[in-house]
């Protein structure tokens, strides 16, 4: 999966002129800000290692090359999900991750904390900032992130359409749009198709967001087409999971609501407080799609929803099933080619041939050479005549010669008449 040819040095170019521009990670602080509201997580998940080896997904694909031209600035991102936490050191930056709001617990809370590290790993590999000595970093660092909480547990892509209230999700989808994202990220999945969540999808649509969900990870060998919403929703981007080889992770769901892969075994992703994490599923796979639809958005602000889309699934890499396929859609998002894919629009102009004036002299010289060359063809003409005329001469003075100049005489032999006699039996 490698096939890109995507350097060192090209990579250490790209993170430097980010970093240089605005995203000054290196000298990020280690210890928290804030913590979650008083008796909000019963049992959170502690701070992890943080791991410093670049990882595969980010490696494959090189979102650091669209840089230059996009980080996503300008453009909101909306993590509906379990909240984000504001705190972790690679998502920290003043303005990064919003307030947001937490519609899973009653009160007027904000949704930049995280129990359970499922939002604060999708947002990560949305937007986290390059930091010195870490591999780790976000397709698009240069993005908002608008944390919207509506869970507290993890498994909300098992497609056991138990785990979100569809209420609360609505609620919390129709909140993102009004507060301006862009771009809606659901690393999540049902088999219910909610009426109030099929509402609230279509508002976003209608309000030009792109809305990016999970296919799911309910997959099995036999158990054909799954129901999957809300990616199945008219509208929405339907986001399915490759392994490292670039085969679809056999839990990943297969449909004709699948429209593009992405990473999503074995991806690395930022764990709340501190620190990384290896996680698998369609869920983080999402992100990837979600931050390169972000990038589009902030290079192309007049291109519509459906556009970006459209464009999304155009320059994707080719996938194993083919393009269009139920397993893999599209292809596998790209996106250096979503953000660079025709910036240069005018024509490359041609220069009209100039019609350079005949060289007099040049003329005169192939004027003279054609006229000796006829002139030369006549002469030889005139000397093999005179040859042949004097090689006839000289036989007919040979023979005369031989007979001492005496005339000829040619012996004709008589025929002789027929007999006058007519044959017999002529008449009757």
Not at 45 to 53: H, T
Not at 133 to 155: K, M, Y
Not at 238 to 253: E, F, K, P
Request: hydrophobic share 45%; aromatic share 6%; charged share 15%.
């Amino acid at each position: 999966m490698d096939g890109r040819g995507r350097g060192t040095g090209r990579r250490l170019a790209g993170l430097a002129a980010v970093i240089a521009t605005s995203l000054a990670a290196t000298c990020l602080p280690t210890t928290a800000a804030a913590a979650p509201p008083r008796g909000a997580c019963t049992n959170p998940e502690p701070g992890r290692p943080a791991v410093r080896p670049l990882p595969w997904a980010q490696d494959l694909l090189g979102a650091e090359r669209a840089w230059p031209h996009s980080t996503g600035s300008g453009v909101t991102v909306a993590v509906i999900d379990s909240g984000v936490d504001a705190d972790h050191p690679q998502l920290r930056r003043t303005g990064k991750v919003l307030p947001g709001r937490d519609f899973f617990l009653v009160g007027r809370l904000p949704g930049n904390y995280d129990c359970i590290s499922h939002g604060t790993g999708v947002a990560s590999i949305i937007a986290a900032d390059p930091a010195t000595g870490i591999g780790f970093h976000g397709i698009a660092p240069g993005v908002r992130i608008l944390p919207v909480r509506v869970t507290d547990r993890e498994s909300t892509d098992s497609n056991t359409g138990q785990v979100i209230d569809p209420g609360v999700l609505a609620r919390g989808i129709v909140y993102a749009v009004d507060q301006g994202a862009k771009v809606i990220n659901l690393s999540m999945t049902s088999d219910r198709n909610e009426a109030a969540v099929r509402k609230a999808i279509a508002y976003a649509v209608r309000k030009d967001v792109v809305v990016v969900a999970a296919v799911g990870n309910s997959q099995s060998d036999g158990s054909g087409v799954l129901p999957s919403y809300p990616a199945a929703y008219a509208g929405v981007l339907g986001v399915g999971a490759i392994d490292i080889n670039g085969a679809r992770l056999g839990a990943s769901q297969i449909g004709p609501y699948v429209d593009l892969v992405g990473p999503g075994d074995g991806v690395l992703a930022a764990t709340r407080r501190t620190g990384h994490a290896y996680v698998s599923g369609t869920s983080f796979a999402v992100p990837f799609v979600s931050a390169a639809a972000a990038l589009v958005r902030s290079a192309w602000p007049k291109l519509t929803a459906a556009q970006v889309i459209q464009r999304l699934q155009a320059t994707a890499s080719p996938a194993r099933g083919g393009k269009g396929s139920w397993e893999y859609g599209a292809g596998i998002v790209d996106p250096y080619r979503a953000v660079t894919e025709g910036m240069t629009s005018k024509a490359v102009a041609v220069p009209a041939a100039a019609h350079v004036p005949p060289d007099q002299q040049q003329l005169a010289v192939k004027a003279w050479w054609r006229t000796a060359a006829l002139e030369a063809r006549g002469l030889t003409g005139i000397a093999v005549g005179a040859a042949l005329v004097l090689l006839l001469i000289a036989g007919v003075l040979a023979a005369g010669r031989r007979r001492r100049w005496a005339a000829g005489r040619s012996n004709i032999r008589r025929t002789e008449s027929p007999t006058d006699a007519l044959p017999e039996h002529l008449f009757s």
